[in-house]
């Protein structure tokens, strides 16, 4: 048998494969109670799984947020995770989960926690063609077994769902908080990665207040596509690839390809080497902030101030 450490490990050095681990749950069916989908939510994000405790109504709450709970001493909010995804629990609201990421932490309520199953990110397909509401990232597809077809799993957007419980306590993007406009070299570009409706919508509005033009692109393996686009561009025109991509920002959680291979893949190429990479990701902790280490990136910043990211795209572009 395993030791907790060895698990601990294993799961770390998942980072370094294109792989992760999926935390699968259900929240309920139709009115008629039938239809219970499988969702899930990175393990990264997952601090604690606990049955559901006491909960604490809190007066002129907004819709879908039940309350609060008393975790050993620190107040969290609870969401009720069913009715924001417009389903309803044959049994309840029996398991919370309570995430820790973006520079905040807070539960969910669901109805049952299925099982912890480890992808590769090539088994993760954006969902944005399928998905109305943007409150559904990507789909994952699970491996069957005995010959059986593979289940699919839908991969909550959980920046999206907290975006749009509290729109109006977004960031402050004003140029007061940016600070003064980032200089690059003319004709070049901010090459941007990230799955999320939400979290693009911010980075634009931050690059935009920082006077920086930029590519966005909705995974890693577009971002990759889209840099030997560029640099074969370059190449018939005469130019360094340096002379089009200023820097490299890119999220982690991406289907098809994650941001740690992004990362080592632009590193590892001899073209690309010396272009800046940074890592904008809510997946925070010393064990995230060690891989980006391990994988050459440039600087890493915790979603979303726009003031800190643009403190470090200044510091990585020298300016």
């Given amino acids: 048998m395993k030791s907790v450490q060895q698990e601990v490990d294993e799961r770390s050095n998942l980072t370094g494969t294109n792989k992760f681990e999926l935390l ?19 393990v990264f994000k997952i601090r604690e799984i606990v049955a559901m405790p006491a909960i604490t109504a809190v007066a002129g709450s907004p819709p879908h947020v039940l309350g609060v ?6 107040i969290i909010q609870v969401l009720d995770l069913p009715a924001i995804a417009g389903v309803k629990p044959k049994t309840g609201l029996n398991i919370m989960l309570v995430t820790e990421f973006a520079r905040t932490t807070q539960a969910f309520a669901v109805e049952s926690v299925e099982e912890i199953v480890r992808l590769d990110w090539s088994q993760v397909m954006s969902a ?45 993007i004003s140029q007061q908080a940016v600070g003064a406009r980032i200089q690059i070299k003319p004709g070049s570009i901010v090459l941007a990665a990230d799955d999320s409706v939400v979290a693009r919508a911010l980075i634009e509005q931050g690059l935009d207040a920082m006077g920086l033009p930029y590519v966005m692109t909705k995974s890693g393996k577009e971002c990759w596509d889209q840099l030997n686009s560029i640099a074969a561009q370059a190449e018939a025109e005469g130019k360094s690839i340096n002379d089009k991509v200023a820097l490299v920002l890119t999220d982690l959680e991406m289907p098809e390809m994650d941001g740690f291979t992004l990362t080592r893949n632009v590193k590892k190429n001899a073209r690309f080497g010396n272009i800046p990479v940074v890592i904008h990701s809510s997946l925070s902790g010393t064990t995230n902030e060690e891989h980006v280490k391990n994988v050459g990136a440039d600087a890493y910043v915790a979603k979303f101030s726009a003031e800190d990211l643009a403190t470090t795209l200044r510091r990585v572009l020298k300016q």
Avoid at 69 to 74: A, C, H, I, P, S
Avoid at 150 to 169: C, H, K
Wanted: hydrophobic share 30%; charged share 25%; glycine share 16%.
């Fill in 128 to 172: 944005e063609k399928s998905a109305g509401s943007g409150m559904v990232t990507s789909i994952a597809r699970l491996d069957g077994e005995n010959g059986e077809p593979g289940r699919l799993a839908q991969v909550l957007d959980v920046e999206t769902i907290l975006r749009n419980m509290n729109p109006d306590s977004g960031p402050d």
């Fill in 24 to 42: 699968l749950f259900r929240l309920g069916g139709d009115e008629h109670g039938e239809r219970s989908e499988l969702f899930g939510i990175n």
């Fill in 69 to 74: 709970v008393n975790l050993r001493g620190q």
